[in-house]
């Protein structure tokens, strides 16, 4: 008689190694490959090892330990930004490794025993993913409810923007449209079908709730970026000045945007010498240079290297350098890229990355409030250099 349970026991660690492998390879889970080996892997062993247990001889039975370790699986991979198509291709993916790797000995069972190998291994999937699909739907909902919330909360300062010019007026509402629209329109969708007792949870429903979501995040980015801009405007940043080492400023930013890159292809290079340890300067703000500066080359760069480079100039001054090989910026559009909502076109192409179009507009303010200066050279099809030039030490501050 062939013991399946003891053939899954001994096939954990490839059958893990494999599932991975198939997820962070699949064009479809995007996400899974802006996480590291660990938070892609989550519970799957002791999801695998309560699955031994439940096709063990003795018809003993570990569904306790399968919903608690889905049920925590949902809400992980909710936190993690999957989408419902992410989470059932995992799972598609998890059944074809295991019964690949069982093949070997499925081949030598019985009919019996075969049949019930895969009736019992079904059976566990088939909870884990339901369970599993129970807590992401919550988790999304209660993402949902706190985006919400703070809509409301920025809603009262976003009226003072409306004494800003009829211009910027203008361009607000048309970028404000398109989010508005959809979070309208799929919330309507939503609420029509969750109101229908005819119609259950589905994969269709969540995928409206992501598009929601998805939505509503650019919609509060959009929010936050032009309120970043207002306080600046009306001089209400209060810089918070310490003696700041460069590298390790621009290190936690290239941890942060890393994945970004990898999921491009892209290589971000760092060279930072002579080490610059004691700038005095505001470490969020210069963190937020850098961050905008560095996430605009990898948006606008589609295959190449992204480099973060500084140099000290003087007794007196320093420079930060980020330099990328990618669509670069016409000479006409040079001028006008630091302006609120301008956003130039390229040459090269139609496929221009969905953004506020506030990203610089807000550099340039903070470099100017650094003390600093901003200088971009760019050539179309080659690349894009913006050099910012701060001072060691800010005066009068």
């Known amino acids: 008689m062939t013991d399946f349970s003891q053939a899954l026991q001994g096939k954990i660690d490839i059958i893990t190694e494999n599932w991975i492998e198939a997820v962070r390879s699949d064009e479809q889970i995007e996400t899974a490959k802006q996480l590291t080996y660990t938070s892609v892997r989550d519970s799957l062993p002791i999801v695998l090892q309560a699955i031994v247990t439940m096709l063990s001889q003795s018809e003993e039975s570990d569904i306790g330990t399968l919903v608690e370790e ?27 490794v295991i019964f690949d790797a069982l093949e070997p000995e499925l081949l030598k069972g019985s009919a019996a025993e075969v049949s019930r190998a895969y009736r019992l291994i079904d059976a566990a999937l088939d909870e884990v993913i339901a369970d599993c699909f129970k807590t992401y739907t919550q988790a999304r909902f209660q993402e949902l ?62 995928a409206h709730i992501d598009k929601v979501l998805s939505n509503g995040r650019r919609l509060l980015r959009l929010i936050n970026d032009t309120l970043e801009i207002s306080r600046y405007d009306a001089g209400r940043i209060k810089l918070q000045l310490s003696a700041t080492n460069v590298r390790s400023a621009i290190g936690t930013v290239v941890e942060i945007i890393e994945p970004l890159a990898k999921e491009k292809n892209l290589e971000i290079v760092v060279e930072c010498t002579p080490v610059l340890d004691q700038v005095m300067t505001d470490y ?14 990898i948006r606008y760069t589609q295959a190449g290297t992204i480099t973060i480079k500084t140099e000290l100039l003087s007794d007196e001054q320093w420079s930060l350098c980020i ?39 807000i550099v340039v303010r903070l470099v100017n409030l650094l003390q600093g200066k901003i200088e971009l050279v760019s050539e179309v099809g080659v690349g894009s250099s913006f050099t910012v030039i701060f001072p060691l030490e800010l005066d009068g501050v």
Do not use: M, W
């Not at 889905?70 to 074809?96: M, P």
């Open 70 to 96: 889905s049920l925590e699986h949902g809400t992980v991979r909710a936190k993690q930004g999957y989408d419902a198509e992410e989470i059932a291709r995992e799972y598609r993916l998890l059944r074809r």
């Open 284 to 297: 969020l703000r210069l963190q937020q240079i850098i961050t905008n500066l560095t996430s605009n080359a």
């Open 323 to 361: 330099t990328d090989t990618g669509i670069g910026i016409a000479s006409e559009d040079c001028d006008r890229i630091f302006q609120p909502y301008f956003r130039a076109d390229s040459s090269l192409g139609s496929g221009i990355p969905d953004t506020t179009g506030l990203g610089l507009a």
């Open 145 to 206: 409810q706190e985006l919400h919330n703070q809509l409301q909360l920025t809603n009262q300062e976003l009226t003072r923007l409306f004494r800003a010019s009829q211009e910027n007026l203008s361009h607000l509402a048309h970028e404000l449209k398109t989010p508005l629209t959809s979070i309208i329109g799929y919330s309507e969708l939503f609420l029509r079908q969750i109101n229908n007792p005819r119609v259950k949870d589905s994969a269709p429903n969540l």
